[in-house]
């Protein structure tokens, strides 16, 4: 009985820990790293799942397993550091993907709204500071212009074949959105004809929740 309870006592303990990790981590992905919709659509939720089976099961569960009174101090030591170990790893590489791969800004190209993922920035040589220079916005607000010049042409050719990025994440074609304020409203809903199904109620229900005027916001279809 002594031996069971000891167990239970260290995977208790074991599985606390990872339950305050676990808040912790939620709190700032959900309010910093994939705030409203972009928990669901932009990878933020598909992360957690990565997360919660680490924290969850291999750490406390392997805890449960090794931890017996008859092992010397020395050895229980030895065991519970090697489980430390893979969790914090394990734990370490899903913060650092779900980090990478959340939405630093937004893009307005061909009248839709598009996420833009850090690690796209990355790949050109740019950080989520360089968004922020564009707009100031929480997040950063941007348009995706059309290439200008042969030079830009060719160089979204580049990054078509060799990195596939498309248009709406190419930062050398951003702009900041208050020089196309007229291409937002544009690409509003309330542009559109036919009128999507079912819009009009819910842009009723926001605008009065919020205390808006009709025009005071574009409504722009969003693609996670």
């Not at 799942?49 to 291999?58: A, S």
């Not at 090697?82 to 190209?109: E, K």
């Not at 929480?138 to 580049?158: H, I, K, L, S």
């Not at 929740?209 to 722009?220: I, N, S, T």
Request: aromatic share 12%.
């Amino acid at each position: 009985m002594h031996h069971a309870s000891e167990r239970v006592q260290a995977f208790s303990i074991h599985f606390g820990i990872s339950a305050i990790a676990f808040l912790s981590l939620l709190y700032v992905v959900l309010l910093y790293w994939y705030p409203g919709p972009h928990f669901s659509l932009n990878g933020g939720w598909q992360g957690i799942r990565i997360v919660l089976p680490v924290l969850f099961i291999l750490g406390p569960c392997l805890t449960l397993l090794v931890v017996s009174p008859g092992k010397s101090l020395r050895a229980k030591a030895f065991d519970l550091t090697c489980i430390g170990i893979l969790q914090i790893g394990a734990f370490g590489w899903g913060i650092y993907a779900l980090h990478t791969q959340r939405p630093v800004g937004v893009s307005l190209s061909e009248g839709i709204i598009y996420p833009v993922v850090e690690e796209e920035l990355l790949l050109q040589k740019k950080t989520a500071a360089d968004m922020k220079l564009l707009d100031d916005g929480r997040p950063p607000v941007v348009f995706a212009r059309a290439a200008a010049t042969e030079e830009e042409q060719m160089e979204v050719g580049a990054y078509d074949f060799i990195q596939g990025l498309p248009v709406a994440r190419r930062f050398f074609l951003f702009d900041p959105i208050r020089l196309h304020v007229d291409e937002l409203y544009a690409a509003s809903l309330d542009n559109v004809h036919p009128v999507p199904e079912g819009f009009l109620p819910v842009r009723d229900a926001y605008l009065d929740k919020y205390r808006y005027h009709a025009g005071e916001l574009a409504f722009v279809p969003f693609a996670g």
